[in-house]
Nanobody
Framework: QVQLVESGGGLVQAGDSLVLSCAASGRTFSIFSMAWFRQAPGKEREFVARITRSGSETNYLDSLRGRFTISRDNPKDMLYLHMSSLEPEDTAIYYC????????????WGQGTAVTVSS
C-alpha cells in the first residue's frame, strides 16, 4: 500500500503563485507514475499533470502548460506542483495520485488539498 498526503493549499489572489506538496509513504518503491488531478466545484475531476518515476517525462493539461510545473524528489518521496499566475478558474481541490504495484491506472490517492483563487 501507498499513502499520499497533500499539503500547501489555501486562499490566494489571482496572479499569485502556490506550491502544492504530496508526501508518499509505504511501498513507495513500487510507484511508477505520479500525477496531480483537480476537481472544481460542480465539475468532474480532471487531469492536471503527470511525471514518470525518473522525472524524465512529464505531461500537462494543455491549458495549464507554462503555468504549472510538476516535479518529484524520489529520495524524499515527495511530489510537487508549482502553480503560477493563478486564476479564479484554478479554484479546486487538488489530488495527488500514484500508479504503483504494476497497476495500469492511478490506484493510490490522497485526500486532497483545497486551492481557492480570488479575483
Amino acid at each position: 500500500q501507498v499513502q499520499l498526503v497533500e499539503s500547501g493549499g489555501g486562499l490566494v489572489q489571482a496572479g499569485d503563485s502556490l506550491v502544492l506538496s504530496c508526501a508518499a509513504s509505504g511501498r513507495t518503491f513500487s510507484i511508477f507514475s505520479m500525477a496531480w488531478f483537480r476537481q472544481a466545484p460542480g465539475k468532474e475531476r480532471e487531469f492536471v499533470a503527470r511525471i514518470t518515476r525518473s522525472g524524465s517525462e512529464t505531461n500537462y493539461l494543455d491549458s495549464l502548460r507554462g503555468r504549472f510545473t510538476i516535479s518529484r524528489d524520489n529520495p524524499k518521496d515527495m511530489l510537487y506542483l508549482h502553480m503560477s499566475s493563478l486564476e479564479p478558474e484554478d479554484t479546486a481541490i487538488y489530488y495527488c495520485a500514484a500508479q504503483g504495484g504494476g497497476a495500469g491506472t492511478y490506484n493510490f490517492w490522497g485526500q486532497g488539498t483545497a486551492v481557492t483563487v480570488s479575483s
